[in-house]
Every structure is written in C-alpha cells, then in structure tokens.
C-alpha cells in the first residue's frame, strides 16, 4: 500500500542558496538523501512531498552553511500480507514470472500461477489443461503470501530490498484480459 509519512531531520543552507527558495532547497535535499531507501515501519520511498516546517537555524564554528530541523512529507511503499494487487508481467523465467506491483516486483512460483501445469515455452508459461498462456505485458491480479524483511545490503548486490512473493491460486485472481471496455478474468483456477 502507498502511505503519506511525515519525517523530520536536519537540513543544511549554502550561503550561495540564502537568496533562493529554503523549502524546495531543503526538499531536494532531503529527496537525494531518502528516496529508493528503505525505512523501518514505513517502507520504501518514493518521493518528498513538500518541506512542511523549517525551525530556526543554526550556524557552527568552522562551517559555512546554516542547520535547519525541517519537518516534510514523504510518500511511502510497503506491501502487505494478503494485499490483493494488479500488476504487469515484467519477467518469464522457468521457475515462474517477476510482477511489476508498482515501485517493486513481486514473484509468482510456478506451483503458484494457478491449478494447472505450467510449462516454460519461449518466454511464455502456458497451462497444459486450461490452455492458459502468461507472456510480458500481460495483466494479472494476485494476492501477497509473504513479505521478507529488509535486506539493505541487498541493494549494494543489485537485488531487492524486499522481496514478495505472490500466489494467483485462489478464485478472482490470475491474468486480466480486456474485452471491451470490461475487464474479465481469464480462469486460470
């Protein structure tokens, strides 16, 4: 779910910038400093809203630029458990398919796409009984099992800080297909 968050902490003023804009100074600075990382509680960031208070500042011996505790908005990702989304298929691998749910992917596991065999073809995952075929750009509805907890260093490796892995198993969920202006649910069940 995406949530709203206020956050506080210390800025800092170049006397260069004492001419300019405090709030969108310090919002630049505070998005360089949060957004893509994780933060216990609130989840992933995506974006600073807007600086919302700017305390008084402060200035130190030996140090050209002002401090200032400024309080901002921050927009937040955090999947939860038995959340129900809709996604786009980003990846096919044998195993299973990687699912864009917003800022993040979630898996689905082969056993997981629904109560059919699946068989890994040339970039598509096609049911046996059912017919049932899932490529890249297809839309697809499934509901989160299990959600880790953060792996920051995850991120120096080049994987996800959180992983999710999502099932479409159950009735109502599986690929989207538009008919229209209707959207209909393909059974995959």
């Given at each position: ?72 908005k921050v927009l937040t990702y955090m999947p939860i458990r038995d959340e ?8 096919i691998v044998d195993y299973g398919m990687f699912v864009s749910i917003g ?87």
């Open positions: 779910m995406f949530y709203i968050a206020e956050m506080s902490d210390i800025g800092y003023i170049r006397p260069l910038d004492l001419k300019g804009d405090v709030k969108e100074i310090l919002r630049r600075q505070f998005s360089g400093k949060y957004v893509g990382k994780y933060i216990e509680d609130l989840g992933l960031v995506l974006d600073v809203l807007e600086v919302t208070s700017v305390g008084l500042g402060k200035s130190f011996i030996g140090s050209p630029h002002i401090y200032l505790k400024a309080g901002f129900i989304i809709e996604g786009e298929v980003e990846n800022p993040i992917n979630g898996f689905v596991h082969i056993s997981q796409l629904g109560n059919d065999v699946f068989i890994h073809r040339g970039g598509i995952l096609q049911g046996k009984k059912k017919k049932v075929k899932f490529s890249i750009g297809d839309v697809v509805r499934a509901k989160v099992t299990a959600v880790s907890k953060p792996n920051l260093a995850a991120a120096l490796r080049g994987e996800p800080i959180v992983r999710v892995s999502l099932t479409m198993r159950q009735p109502g969920l599986g690929k989207l297909v538009e008919e229209g202006e209707k959207v209909a649910k393909v059974q995959s069940v």
